[in-house]
């Protein structure tokens, strides 16, 4: 991918220049995979609260899930033929 910088002409080219271009491009990064990881975490958090309120309102139900689940996966992995 390039990047072209419509306001760099050959006389603004120096090393110092493109140093702290790449610097700013860089901490700019930084802040957005900042922002987006805390937005991330918080839905994270929302759904395990939300996962939490719905097996302690439901837990017969989460148990026989979580076993008809775990069955299911053995099931599969231990039918591969060897």
């Known amino acids: 991918m390039e990047t072209y910088f419509d306001n ?3 006389e603004e080219g120096s090393k110092a220049k493109l140093a702290h271009d790449l610097w700013v491009l ?3 990064g930084k ?11 918080a839905a994270v958090k929302a759904e395990a609260k939300a996962a939490d309120a719905l ?4 837990p017969y139900a989460s148990i026989l ?3 008809g ?3 299911l996966a ?3 992995l231990g ?3 060897k």
């Open 8 to 10: 760099m002409t050959a």
């Open 26 to 28: 860089t901490n700019d």
């Open 31 to 41: 802040k957005v995979l900042l922002d987006t990881g805390r937005a991330t975490a």
């Open 55 to 58: 097996m302690r309102k439901h």
């Open 65 to 67: 899930v979580a076993v």
């Open 69 to 71: 689940v775990g069955m």
């Open 74 to 76: 053995g099931y599969l």
């Open 79 to 81: 039918s591969r033929k």
